[in-house]
């Protein structure tokens, strides 16, 4: 299987001998089609290949997932929420995504700690600090490797989400379309803050093709497949 061996030339990056791979960007923007694409382009590559969401991706992490985003649950209180997407995070890090890395795997998770850093750390206000402190307790001081974001217009992710899941909308998708401006800018503070290298930024509000194949080059060239 060609290519397979770039897998383990991982000499500076914390992941080693796998690799990270998170997509992350506001609603709508089309990660979780994304995440299926890359997976089986890898998997044609010659790569062993995880693909998880958050929350979720465990049996213990999708019991959060349901009372962190259900609908029913509006009066949720900030800090809740920023404590059980942490302990969902801490849960699906310890069963999967750690001994999958340490396995050597490709591991693609439609969002994961940034999306703390986005929607807890700097839109609710509790400091990106204090969440970089709890996503390393999480993470086990786990970082991607390679962060895309898929940044599109509010306007057209909130109508995605409408038009493709209206059965399917969440405690966060009901928020406010000023919330939902002030996470797309927050992602956009954050990848223009990458001191790390790792953040690119994509324009989702193409077709999915077009997206999946700037996807593509930019994992190529982080996997050093070109």
């Given amino acids: ?15 080693a001998p796998g690799w990270l791979i998170t997509l992350e960007g506001g609603e709508g923007g089309g990660k979780t089609t994304q995440v299926v694409r890359l997976r089986d382009k890898l998997t044609q590559a010659g790569f062993q290949v995880v693909t998880l969401r958050e929350p979720g991706g465990t049996v213990i992490s999708e019991q959060i997932r349901k009372v962190v985003l259900s609908a029913k649950n509006v009066g949720m209180a900030f800090t809740t929420e920023v404590l059980l997407f942490q ?19 490709v591991v693609l998770m439609d969002r994961s700690h940034d999306s703390s850093s986005a929607y807890q750390g700097l839109v609710r206000g509790f400091g990106l600090k204090l969440i970089e402190q709890l996503n390393n307790i999480s993470t086990q001081n786990t970082y991607p490797d390679l962060t895309i974001l898929l940044d599109l217009p509010v306007e057209v992710g909130l109508d995605r989400v409408a ?16 919330f939902h401006q002030k996470v797309r800018q927050a992602y956009l503070d954050l990848a223009a803050n990458d001191k790390q290298g790792r953040w690119q930024v994509v324009d989702a509000s193409r077709g999915i093709d077009e997206i999946a194949d700037d996807l593509w080059r930019l994992v190529a060239k982080k996997l050093k497949l070109e």
């Fill in 1 to 15: 299987m060609p290519k397979t061996k770039t897998i383990h030339k991982k000499d500076s990056r914390p992941n």
């Fill in 87 to 105: 302990a969902a995070r801490a849960q699906i890090y310890r069963e999967i995504v750690l001994p999958s890395l340490k396995a050597g795997k």
């Fill in 163 to 178: 038009k493709n899941r209206p059965e399917k909308v969440d405690r966060l998708d009901m928020e406010a379309k000023d």
